[in-house]
């Protein structure tokens, strides 16, 4: 797969949904076109994904079962990806013991800057199909867990939205990137579902210790 990019990124970052079923069929699909891309490439669990099929056939992923919790740090950034999958489907939820590990990272990491990688929302859109489907259900203790290290944070990323969206909440930057697949297409009435449209997509980050920046690219 050739980006055509005029640098080299150092790492490619797929924000959830490797595949539409849960199953190792389309997982090894997956894998076999993914495995294409020359960057080292992290995954995160979306809510169409089943766990122990990604660390079957994904790179990258921490060994065990369950949840696909991990984190990595690389040029004095700690990426720390957390599993949101939800107790009711499509939405989002995060256990206790994974707000205490989270916690745990912030607090004893010894990099510059924090990024929070997640695959569900974490932002309200005004849109009630996707504010009471796709949130994260107990986002206000995801956010009371970062708030005190606010100032290390260079993102929040996720994805599950189909579109590319960027907002603050709490003085942190909340980033989604285009679907791979295609993107739900952008204003309707809070009360309607969202309709799909083409093309796939995907965004550049570019990360220094003090700015962020973010750009939304279509295929």
Not at 76 to 82: A, N
């Amino acid at each position: 797969i050739n980006t055509d990019l005029p640098f080299e990124p150092d790492f490619i970052l797929h924000t959830g949904d490797v595949m539409y079923n849960p199953d190792p069929i389309a997982c090894e699909l997956a894998a076999s076109v993914l495995q294409n891309l020359k960057y080292p490439t992290y995954y995160v669990r979306g809510n169409h994904d089943d766990p122990d099929v990604m660390r079957q056939y994904l790179p990258n992923l921490p060994l065990g079962k369950g949840r696909i919790d991990y984190d990595f740090v690389q040029n004095d950034f700690h990426f720390i990806v957390l599993d949101t999958f939800g107790l009711e489907q499509p939405k989002g939820y995060l256990e206790s013991y994974q707000l205490d590990w989270l916690h745990e990272r912030c607090q004893n990491s010894l990099a510059r800057s924090l990024v929070i990688i997640i695959h569900h929302l974490p932002v309200m859109t005004g849109n009630g199909w996707l504010d009471g489907k796709m949130y994260i259900e107990n986002h206000e203790a995801f956010f009371e867990v970062l708030a005190p290290v606010t100032g290390r944070i260079r993102g929040v990323f996720f994805g599950h939205v189909h579109s590319p969206t960027t907002t603050v909440r709490n003085g942190i930057t909340c980033s989604s990137a285009p679907s791979a697949f295609g993107q739900f297409i952008y204003p309707l009435e809070a009360d309607q579902r969202l309709t799909m449209t083409s093309p796939g997509g995907f965004s550049l980050v570019t990360l220094s210790h003090d700015q962020t920046w973010i750009s939304h690219h279509l295929l």
